[in-house]
């Protein structure tokens, strides 16, 4: 029975020795993993404060340059409310300038004017004369076409049947 012992001696160290070993592997794993996890947790840390200064950057520049648009969309607006006053003013200065040259020229045409009033009417006066010479002799016109197309009408029913007898004779034979 001796030889038992040894055995169970020897595996027990054996087992002991594997035991020792999985515990060192086991902890060197655990503190690499744990190095490992720390220094991916700076990198996140130190990835995200380099973003936090990028945005702040990119806000400030943001803001600068919507500064300096307004900036220039102001001046830009007050020159064109400068022109456009300018302009009001010289509309202004020639709608009066138009308004007494015409008031010299309506002075100085009254009797042109009426002159040119006579002149129509009596045109206009003339015009109806003639329009009711025209109507007359329209209507005497209109009455001698209506005459002349009773006897017209007249003459034509006595030459179609004539017409019809020679047609019908010259198929009797």
């Known amino acids: 029975m001796s030889n038992g012992d040894g055995v169970t001696a020897t595996l027990s160290d054996a087992v002991e020795t594997a035991k020792e070993k999985v515990a060192e592997v086991g902890g060197a794993m655990a503190t690499t993993a744990s190095a490992t996890v720390a220094k991916v947790k700076k990198a996140a840390k130190s990835a995200e404060k380099k973003v936090k200064t990028e945005v702040a950057k990119a806000k400030k520049a943001v803001g600068k340059t919507v500064a300096k648009a307004k900036k220039k969309l102001e001046a830009a607006s007050k020159d064109a409310k400068k022109e456009v006053a300018a302009l009001k003013k010289k509309v202004a200065a020639k709608k009066a300038a138009t308004k007494k040259a015409v008031k010299k020229v309506a002075a100085k045409k009254p009797a042109a004017k009426k002159a040119a009033k006579k002149v129509v009417k009596k045109a206009a006066a003339k015009k109806a004369v003639a329009k009711k ?26 030459r179609k049947p004539a017409a019809k007898k020679a047609a019908k004779k010259a198929a009797r034979k």
């Open 133 to 158: 010479a025209v109507k007359k002799a329209v209507k005497k016109v209109a009455a001698k076409k209506a005459v002349a197309k009773k006897a017209v009408a007249k003459k034509a029913p006595a």
